[in-house]
């Protein structure tokens, strides 16, 4: 069984720090990675995809990828209010298999 | 661009009652779909996912079926809803494997 984890938080961080999601995934194969965010209420969206390891910038946005070690992470500078959401790792599986997500870390910021 | 349509919202249905959720692609060909669910406070559960018209596979054996009669037209199906399908239902689709996922606004299933 194919398995992605994250801490469930709370992760709770002040307005402007950086907060720091992590998942690590069991499946070696695994080729692509992505971070999707979800207000209460609301579907997942998209914010972050990442294919090779290192580091990827986009905005406030960081996403980091470790193959040997499994893991990538998003990095969230300046943390606001409007980022308190639930944030989904989804790592891709073998071939015709969907997205694997895990259950996703709650974040709060608080001003 | 791409737009993905899925209807109704809100669903308030009997136990034992039919059900018919449908979604829509537009702005792409012959996309993979998707259905899953989300029990409240809960994880996302793949349900169905199809990469093609007639093609579907079934993650999870329980009262639910997938059918896709379109190349961007999904349904999901029940005949007898139970307790336990109320959830929030999105559908989504990707270009392929290694594609991400894209949402459609879900509808929020409670069965009574």
């Known amino acids: 069984q194919k398995e992605v984890e994250q801490n469930s938080g709370p992760l709770s961080v002040p307005e402007g720090a950086i907060a720091s999601l992590n998942c690590t995934y069991s499946?070696?194969?695994?080729?692509?990675f992505f971070w999707y965010r979800q207000y209460s209420g609301k579907s997942p969206e998209l914010i972050m995809f990442?294919?090779?390891?290192g580091d990827k910038e986009d905005g406030r946005f960081t996403a980091q990828l470790n193959k040997a070690s499994q893991y990538v992470s998003l990095l969230i500078r300046d943390s606001q209010p409007s980022d308190s959401a639930t944030y989904l790792c989804?790592?891709?599986?073998?071939?015709?298999?969907?997205?694997?997500f895990g259950k996703g870390t709650t974040l709060s910021v608080s001003s | 661009s791409q737009t993905i349509h899925q209807w109704p919202a809100t669903l308030v249905q009997p136990v034992g009652s039919p059900l018919s959720l449908e979604c829509t692609v537009e702005?792409?060909?012959?996309?993979?779909l998707y259905w899953y669910r989300q029990a409240a406070g809960r994880g996302l559960q793949l349900l169905f996912y199809?990469?093609?018209?007639?093609?579907i596979s079934s993650e999870v054996p329980q009262n639910l079926s997938a059918s896709r009669p379109q190349d961007r037209q999904f349904i999901l199906s029940s005949k007898k809803l139970l307790l336990s399908d109320s959830g929030f239902y999105l559908c989504?689709?990707?270009?392929?494997?290694?594609?991400?996922?894209?949402f459609g606004n879900g509808t929020r299933l409670t069965v009574t």
């Open positions: 989504a689709w990707s270009n392929g494997d290694n594609s991400p996922l894209h």
């Open positions: 499946d070696r194969g695994s080729q692509s």
């Open positions: 990442i294919y090779s390891n």
């Open positions: 989804a790592v891709s599986g073998q071939a015709g298999t969907a997205l694997i």
């Open positions: 702005g792409t060909s012959n996309p993979n």
């Open positions: 199809s990469v093609g018209i007639g093609q």
